[in-house]
């Protein structure tokens, strides 16, 4: 019903600046919190982002604070993940979800993810 599709990925130096998207197909996007997440090689996927349907309510993991800024554009479907001040352990895969308000749990739509390599 719903396809994620994330994109902006890439190699780039410590210190530098990444931008990620991903784009929702199907109905109310609006409707749904979504969220970011990494996954490093070795380590279990952690949470990085959340934004609201609304966009008003963020919250971030600790590690990124300051240098990361989750956001959305509802007339595009689209959510962002403004990646600043990059460090080496940023790096990893990084998948969007989406959670549907209607259902229970953690979140039910995923995407297949984008590589993020930061170099020292």
């Known amino acids: 019903q719903v396809q994620l599709v994330e994109s902006g990925g890439g190699l780039v130096q410590a210190g530098g600046s990444l931008r990620l998207s991903c784009a929702a197909s199907?109905?109310?996007?609006?409707?749904?919190?979504m969220g970011w997440f990494r996954q490093a090689p070795g380590k279990e996927r952690e949470f990085v982002a959340r934004?609201?349907?609304?966009?008003?309510?963020?919250s971030y993991t600790d590690s990124v604070k300051g240098r990361f800024t989750i956001s959305r554009d509802n007339a595009k479907n689209t959510v962002y993940l403004q990646m600043n001040s990059l460090k080496p352990e940023d790096t990893a895969v990084y998948y969007c979800?989406?959670?549907?308000?209607?259902?229970?749990?953690?979140?039910?739509?995923w995407g297949q993810g984008t590589q993020v390599t930061v170099s020292s």
């Open positions: 979800g989406a959670d549907d308000p209607r259902k229970l749990g953690g979140y039910d739509y």
């Open positions: 199907g109905r109310s996007f609006s409707n749904y919190a």
């Open positions: 934004i609201s349907g609304s966009g008003i309510t963020r």
